[in-house]
């Protein structure tokens, strides 16, 4: 019991009350909030963005940021559709592999660019997000392939196991992997380490270089196969695909307590976070609010929570 | 005289890529250097400058504003609902304008000092609001500006130069070089270099950052304004303020601010949105396949930031970049 105590942190009980809180407010202006059925389609919804934010996640915990996740999730849903297309249909199956190929590779770029060239990682993803962008223009652009989804991405996406989502279970398997890796194994101990000073890491003879690639290539790969089961998910693969997903998986890890700046935070936050804002869309919508006071009360719920236990302490007094 | 082109060299690195750059353009389009032209160039330089010059000010405090391209988008629908009508409305009208600007600068200025935010997020989360405001004002695009008004912003000076690169100078010497020279403006600077020295040497550090968050809201208005009377119209539109929020960052870095603060300036910016511009008109009269442009396009924007790893290169120790611990 104290365990659970000392692992769930201020941050993250907010969280989850602020979603309890939610719930019940949307549970008063309609029943259905409160359903089981509603719940399990949210939490649906909210994988997606859950494996876009848990790569996002441990690239923030290092202090960096990863902007080409618009585009890395875009090609990761195009790749998995159009591998039948290059191979042949025997070779669907290619499909999610591939994806996490091309995503782990963009991640790969991302990584040298920032253990190596030591650009600042905002805009050496911004710009690898324009890279990649590019490639998908001119891929797709003068011969449409395939965008059709695939059988098992629909099943990854769509399809139920035992009433519980496939997705929500492909979520729960990358949550344990991310978990794992940052509390159980040296790895996730350097990626705080680097997060609090890369310094100070560097000098007790860690390759932070090493780390700094596995992350980026995580994050890439991560919303490379959301890519593809959002692309299981919507039917099809389309341009731009990823743009909705890079503010939200921000705004996910932060609201769920972890650090801008890096070296603090954990996943149970994040997923908290990922929760909340799923829940807040899909109340908003259902009570048919216009999509500018949304905005407005989307905007306003980041600063709020922040507020509340998001501030740094700086010594300007 | 060496200290100045050390301190200046991001910015004159810009200044000549762009000068080249502009030269292959000229020479290859095959027109001369016309009115007509150069007008086309400025018009679309000068609405990226003047939201890099927005941005350059919350970077140089080691902040960030992603929510300058929303205010660009939020004053320029506001801009297309209230300039018509006679000549004393529309002269409010311009400064409601330009007074939003600053309020939304404001309200971000006043969530980074006073509730201690972020910058990132604070910004993330505002950006979102003014975005939703713009919404409101127009929900669909549309809407209007005085044509008298609207062509005073757009023709030509004298006859040859643009009016835009007029307005643009002008923004430079009234707002940018003497705000540089109070002490507010250097406190920026100075925050930006180390904050906690910056305070304890008695530097109002909450006033400089509120001003810079301020200032970039006023910049980003003005912007906001021109885009009305280029397109005399209205359009709350969530890609284009994120484009433009984007490719500010990018075209303050190439102008030579360093994205940890404290070095750089707004006229490297300037010369940075410039560039970022010429590319895609350099793509343009190479004849370039239309569907291989972007990949270039991303390749040179890659390229460009990348050019402050030449640095990497030139450190004697690994240490120096991996930032002090803290």
């Given at each position: 019991?104290?365990?659970?105590?000392?692992?769930?942190?201020?941050?993250?009980?907010?969280?989850?009350?602020?979603?309890?809180?939610?719930?019940?407010?949307?549970?008063?202006?309609?029943?259905?909030?409160?359903?089981?059925?509603?719940?399990?389609?949210?939490?649906?919804?909210?994988?997606?963005?859950?494996?876009?934010?848990?790569?996002?996640?441990?690239?923030?915990?290092?202090?960096?940021?990863?902007?080409?996740?618009?585009?890395?999730?875009?090609?990761?849903?195009?790749?998995?559709?159009?591998?039948?297309?290059?191979?042949?249909?025997?070779?669907?199956a290619?499909?999610?592999?591939?994806?996490?190929?091309?995503?782990?590779?963009?991640?790969?770029?991302?990584?040298?660019?920032?253990?190596?060239?030591?650009?600042?990682?905002?805009v050496?993803?911004?710009?690898?997000?324009?890279?990649?962008?590019?490639?998908v223009?001119?891929?797709?652009?003068?011969?449409?392939?395939?965008?059709?989804?695939?059988?098992?991405?629909?099943?990854l996406?769509?399809?139920?196991?035992?009433?519980?989502?496939?997705?929500?279970?492909?979520?729960?398997?990358?949550?344990?992997?991310?978990?794992?890796?940052?509390?159980?194994?040296?790895?996730?101990?350097?990626?705080?380490?680097?997060?609090?000073?890369?310094?100070?890491?560097?000098?007790?003879?860690?390759?932070?270089?090493?780390?700094?690639?596995?992350?980026?290539?995580?994050?890439?790969?991560?919303?490379?196969?959301?890519?593809?089961?959002?692309?299981g998910?919507?039917?099809?693969?389309?341009?731009?695909?990823?743009?909705?997903?890079?503010?939200?998986?921000?705004?996910?890890?932060?609201?769920?307590?972890?650090?801008?700046?890096?070296?603090?935070?954990?996943?149970?936050?994040?997923?908290?976070?990922?929760?909340?804002?799923?829940?807040?869309?899909?109340?908003?919508?259902?009570?048919?609010?216009?999509?500018?006071?949304?905005?407005?009360?989307?905007?306003?719920?980041?600063?709020?929570?922040?507020?509340?236990?998001?501030?740094?302490?700086?010594?300007?007094? | 005289?060496?200290?100045?082109?050390?301190?200046?060299?991001?910015?004159?690195?810009?200044?000549?890529?762009?000068?080249?750059?502009?030269s292959?353009?000229?020479?290859?389009?095959?027109?001369?250097?016309?009115?007509?032209?150069?007008?086309?160039?400025?018009?679309?330089?000068?609405?990226?400058?003047?939201?890099?010059?927005?941005?350059?000010?919350?970077?140089?405090?080691?902040?960030?504003?992603?929510?300058?391209?929303?205010?660009?988008?939020?004053?320029?629908?506001?801009?297309?609902?209230?300039?018509?009508?006679?000549?004393?409305?529309?002269?409010?009208?311009?400064?409601?304008?330009?007074?939003?600007g600053?309020?939304?600068?404001?309200?971000?200025?006043a969530?980074?000092?006073?509730?201690?935010?972020?910058?990132?997020?604070?910004?993330?989360?505002?950006?979102?609001?003014?975005?939703?405001?713009?919404?409101?004002?127009?929900?669909?695009?549309?809407g209007?500006?005085?044509?008298?008004?609207?062509?005073?912003?757009?023709?030509?000076?004298?006859?040859?130069?643009?009016?835009?690169?007029?307005?643009?100078?002008?923004?430079?010497?009234?707002?940018?070089?003497?705000?540089?020279l109070?002490?507010?403006?250097?406190?920026?600077?100075?925050?930006?270099?180390?904050?906690?020295?910056?305070?304890?040497?008695?530097?109002?550090?909450?006033?400089?950052?509120?001003?810079a968050?301020?200032?970039?809201?006023?910049?980003?208005?003005?912007?906001?304004?021109?885009?009305?009377?280029?397109?005399?119209?209205?359009?709350?539109?969530?890609?284009?303020g994120?484009?433009?929020?984007?490719?500010?960052?990018?075209?303050?870095?190439i102008?030579?601010?360093?994205?940890?603060?404290?070095?750089?300036?707004?006229?490297?910016?300037?010369?940075?949105?410039?560039?970022?511009?010429?590319?895609?008109?350099?793509?343009?009269?190479?004849?370039?396949?239309?569907?291989?442009?972007?990949?270039?396009?991303?390749?040179?924007?890659?390229?460009?930031v990348?050019?402050?790893?030449?640095?990497?290169?030139?450190?004697?120790?690994r240490?120096?970049?991996?930032?002090?611990?803290?």
């Amino acid at each position: 019991m104290t365990r659970v105590l000392r692992v769930v942190d201020r941050p993250v009980v907010i969280a989850f009350g602020f979603i309890v809180v939610l719930l019940i407010l949307g549970g008063m202006y309609n029943r259905q909030f409160l359903s089981g059925f509603y719940l399990l389609q949210q939490l649906r919804v909210a994988s997606f963005l859950g494996i876009i934010a848990s790569g996002a996640m441990v690239v923030i915990l290092l202090g960096h940021i990863d902007l080409s996740i618009p585009w890395v999730v875009t090609i990761g849903g195009i790749t998995a559709t159009a591998v039948a297309g290059w191979w042949g249909p025997s070779w669907t199956a290619l499909g999610v592999p591939v994806a996490l190929a091309c995503g782990a590779l963009v991640g790969l770029a991302n990584g040298f660019g920032v253990a190596f060239l030591r650009i600042p990682s905002m805009v050496f993803t911004l710009g690898m997000n324009a890279v990649v962008q590019g490639m998908v223009v001119m891929y797709t652009g003068g011969n449409a392939p395939p965008d059709k989804a695939t059988p098992i991405l629909q099943w990854l996406a769509v399809r139920d196991t035992l009433y519980v989502p496939n997705a929500v279970i492909v979520w729960a398997s990358v949550g344990v992997l991310v978990i794992v890796a940052l509390n159980r194994t040296p790895l996730g101990r350097y990626v705080y380490a680097i997060g609090n000073s890369e310094r100070v890491t560097y000098l007790s003879g860690i390759s932070t270089r090493t780390i700094l690639i596995i992350a980026f290539v995580t994050s890439g790969a991560f919303s490379a196969f959301a890519g593809a089961m959002l692309a299981g998910y919507a039917g099809k693969a389309y341009q731009a695909m990823g743009d909705p997903y890079l503010l939200p998986a921000i705004a996910a890890v932060v609201l769920g307590g972890t650090s801008i700046l890096g070296g603090r935070g954990t996943y149970l936050g994040t997923v908290a976070g990922v929760i909340l804002i799923t829940v807040l869309e899909s109340i908003l919508s259902v009570m048919q609010i216009s999509d500018s006071v949304r905005q407005i009360i989307y905007g306003a719920m980041i600063i709020v929570m922040m507020l509340v236990y998001g501030r740094d302490r700086r010594a300007d007094g | 005289m060496r200290l100045w082109f050390a301190r200046n060299n991001g910015a004159l690195f810009a200044l000549f890529l762009f000068i080249a750059m502009f030269s292959v353009y000229v020479g290859k389009n095959g027109v001369g250097l016309r009115v007509g032209l150069v007008t086309a160039v400025a018009d679309k330089g000068v609405l990226l400058a003047l939201v890099a010059m927005a941005q350059t000010l919350p970077i140089l405090t080691s902040g960030l504003d992603l929510s300058v391209g929303m205010i660009f988008v939020l004053t320029n629908c506001i801009a297309s609902a209230i300039l018509s009508g006679p000549l004393w409305l529309v002269a409010a009208g311009i400064v409601a304008v330009l007074l939003s600007g600053v309020a939304c600068g404001a309200i971000n200025g006043a969530l980074v000092v006073y509730g201690r935010l972020q910058p990132i997020i604070a910004t993330l989360a505002t950006g979102a609001v003014y975005h939703g405001l713009a919404l409101i004002v127009r929900p669909i695009p549309g809407g209007s500006m005085e044509p008298t008004l609207a062509k005073a912003l757009t023709n030509q000076t004298l006859g040859v130069i643009p009016t835009t690169l007029v307005i643009l100078l002008a923004v430079v010497l009234v707002v940018w070089v003497p705000f540089q020279l109070t002490t507010t403006g250097r406190g920026c600077y100075a925050i930006g270099s180390s904050e906690s020295a910056a305070y304890m040497t008695g530097i109002a550090v909450r006033r400089s950052r509120l001003a810079a968050y301020m200032l970039a809201g006023l910049l980003a208005a003005i912007g906001g304004l021109l885009l009305t009377a280029m397109t005399l119209s209205g359009d709350a539109s969530a890609t284009g303020g994120g484009i433009y929020t984007l490719s500010s960052i990018a075209a303050v870095v190439i102008g030579g601010t360093s994205l940890m603060g404290g070095v750089g300036g707004a006229i490297g910016s300037i010369f940075g949105a410039f560039v970022l511009r010429a590319v895609s008109d350099l793509l343009f009269v190479f004849d370039i396949e239309p569907l291989v442009q972007p990949f270039i396009q991303g390749l040179i924007l890659l390229g460009a930031v990348s050019l402050g790893a030449i640095r990497v290169l030139r450190a004697p120790n690994r240490l120096e970049f991996l930032g002090v611990g803290r």
